[in-house]
């Protein structure tokens, strides 16, 4: 069984650990909310995500990081053997935009993660009316894939957006073990 550790990060008070919560089906949690102190990890199985894995079964590992910067100096200790980003915002609050910029360059660019293995998931709050058109990400975030979140609306295709995004990560973990095992052979 193979580990695919998946950090859920941004902003406080986004939804984080409601979607880590939903995506993971999990119950924990449920009811008003509760901040995050420092990293909740969720664990679950999705038994033969991927196809081409030869019947390989992964274990998932969602950290669900507090948004508080006070957690700063645990981030490097979050971050390793990361194999994915998710970063979580409020499409409804124009200072998050600004916010997620620090967050990628810290979660991503500094762990010197691919594009790829980050998703950015605007996340619409009950009751936000979810406006999906008006606002631009700024460069580099607007290379990075951009899912939009409303659980009450369309929570299976974000449980789609999301399963599809697990998979793109197992196959640059297998591609990368595949390179890994050609140059000890080679």
Known sequence: MLKVKILFVGPSEVGKSVLANFLSESTEGIGSYIPTQGVRILEYEKPHINENSKGTEYRFELWDCGGDPKF??????????????????????????????????CF???????????????????GSGGDTENFTLPSP?????????????????VRME??????????WMNENRDKEEMSIIT
């Open 141 to 157: 975030l607007n290379r990075l894939h951009l899912i939009h979140s409303s659980l009450e609306e369309e929570p299976e295709d």
């Open 108 to 126: 991503v660019q500094q762990q010197q993660l691919l594009d790829s293995q980050c998703l950015l998931i605007a996340h619409h709050k009950p």
């Open 72 to 105: 700063e100096a645990c981030w490097p200790a979050l971050m390793k053997d990361s194999h994915g980003v998710v970063i979580v915002f409020n499409p409804d609050l124009p200072s998050h935009l600004k916010e997620i910029e620090t967050w990628y360059s």
């Open 162 to 171: 999301f399963v599809k995004y697990l998979k793109s990560i197992i196959n």
